[in-house]
């Protein structure tokens, strides 16, 4: 309504409100290297593709005579009350989508200012600790990229936990890249290129590894990076990942009702159902399809969602299918790379409210009454 309104005014929207016009004009603003890293996917991106249109295969069914005229979206989430189920998925070297190479600030200025917590990722351009000191009253996750050096990681998960984060996100799918030709073919690596390192070279654990200083020696921070960056965990490393925090520990990256079961018996608070928006592994399940699994075996346990999630009608569906909350990846980096927090902003509030309307229109006053049953197979 407000837009509505504005535009009676005479005021012209400064964002787009459809995602294709969202990602052509963040394209203009990135240029080839990062609109390639940021939309670019796995192989030739069928799964990136088909985690989007996968929300397609499912229409919601609208129910009348509801007087849904207020709705209610808050989820509860390990003991805090959050406005809405989405947040915002972790999305590394995020600072320099914005203008002045401090995105990851702009974004959590964004979650201050619309409630919707922000994951931060361990390959934040700013250190987690300055990221941390914008969420406002925002809770934010911390996402861990697990070191090879465990004296690392747990100064990492110390970090985060002094700077105030509320939860532990172990993301377990990317101990080492995928295979992305648009990164090959444009031979882009931000991370490589020592922006993603701010976390590490501001932790004493790294700094002691060094010979000489970052400052004085920037390639040899970059090349213990590399050294410590990937750590193909397996099942015998969850114990220890457990005994690091108190706090909620999430795993990301899963998919198999299996690996949920075993996940589950190890402690874990919470299940993230993800295939990292298609960027690690081509030829695989769209993140949607494995959803329903991963809830019936997370059995009560919250279930965190991304991959494909490009309007706000994606949401209710993946919130129907059982998802606790549910994450957006490159729509809010493409909001900020067109215009900073508020674009990040805009892209929030949009997608909140086309959810908000959805459930209004349909006759779904509140989020419980979304269940699958609430949807159809319609292909
Ligand atoms: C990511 N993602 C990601 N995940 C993670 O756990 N740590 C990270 O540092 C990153 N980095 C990253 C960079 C970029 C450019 C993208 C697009 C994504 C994956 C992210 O958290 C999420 O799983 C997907 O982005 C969700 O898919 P959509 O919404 O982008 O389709």
Same mark, same amino acid.
């Given at each position: 309504n407000e837009i509505f309104f504005e535009g009676l005014g005479g005021v012209v929207p400064r964002f787009p409100f459809t995602y294709e016009e969202l990602a052509s004009r963040a394209e203009a603003a990135l240029g080839p290297s990062l609109w390639s890293y940021v939309a670019g996917g796995a192989g030739d991106e069928r799964t990136q593709r088909a985690n989007a249109s996968a929300f397609e295969r499912w229409g919601l069914y609208p129910r009348m005579f509801v007087g849904a005229a207020r709705r209610d979206l808050s989820v509860e989430l390990f003991g805090m009350t959050l406005p809405s189920p989405?947040?915002?998925?972790? $999305?590394?070297? $995020? !600072?320099?989508?914005?203008? +002045?190479?401090?995105? +990851?600030?702009? =974004?959590?200025?964004? @979650? @201050?200012? =619309? *409630?919707?917590?922000?994951?931060?990722? =361990?390959?934040?351009?700013?250190?987690?600790?300055?990221?941390?000191?914008?969420?406002?009253?925002?809770? !934010?996750?911390?996402?861990?990229? =697990?070191?090879?050096d465990r004296e690392l990681a747990e100064s990492l998960v110390h970090r985060a936990e002094k700077a105030g984060f509320k939860a532990i996100v172990v993301t377990l799918d990317t101990w080492v890249t995928g295979w992305r030709p648009r990164d090959l073919s444009t031979a882009n690596f931000p991370q490589l290129r020592g922006h993603c390192l701010a976390n590490y070279t501001s932790d004493p654990v790294f700094r002691a590894a060094l010979d000489r200083t970052p400052e004085e020696d920037p390639r040899g921070a970059a090349m213990r990076w590399a050294q410590v960056f990937g750590n193909p965990l397996t099942w015998d490393d969850l114990p220890w990942l457990r005994s690091l925090t108190e706090l909620p520990l999430i795993v990301k990256g899963i998919c198999h009702p299996e690996d949920v079961r075993r996940a589950k018996d190890g402690g874990v608070d919470g299940i993230y159902c993800s295939n990292h928006g298609g960027r690690q592994a081509n030829g695989g399940l769209p993140a949607l399809d494995a959803l329903? !699994?991963?809830?019936?075996?997370?059995?009560?346990?919250?279930?965190?969602?991304? &991959?494909? $999630?490009?309007?706000?009608?994606? $949401?209710?569906?993946?919130? @129907?299918? *059982? /998802?606790? @909350?549910?994450?957006?990846?490159?729509?809010? /980096?493409? !909001?900020? &790379?067109?215009?900073?927090? +508020?674009?990040?902003?805009?892209?929030?509030?949009?997608?909140?409210?086309?959810?908000?309307?959805?459930?209004?229109?349909?006759?779904?006053?509140?989020?419980?009454?979304?269940?699958?049953?609430?949807?159809?197979?319609?292909?």
């Open positions: 989405l947040f915002m998925a972790p $999305i590394g070297v $995020i !600072g320099l989508c914005a203008q +002045d190479g401090h995105g +990851d600030l702009a =974004t959590a200025r964004a @979650a @201050a200012r =619309t *409630g919707v917590p922000m994951v931060a990722s =361990t390959l934040t351009v700013d250190p987690l600790e300055e990221v941390a000191a914008e969420f406002g009253s925002t809770p !934010g996750f911390f996402q861990l990229y =697990t070191p090879t329903p !699994g991963v809830v019936e075996a997370a059995d009560g346990l919250p279930v965190l969602f991304d &991959s494909g $999630i490009r309007t706000g009608t994606d $949401i209710v569906k993946a919130v @129907a299918l *059982g /998802a606790t @909350a549910v994450g957006v990846g490159r729509p809010y /980096a493409y !909001g900020l &790379s067109l215009g900073g927090t +508020d674009g990040v902003v805009h892209v929030l509030r949009s997608l909140l409210a086309e959810a908000d309307l959805l459930m209004a229109v349909d006759g779904y006053p509140t989020l419980a009454d979304l269940t699958p049953e609430s949807l159809r197979r319609v292909l």
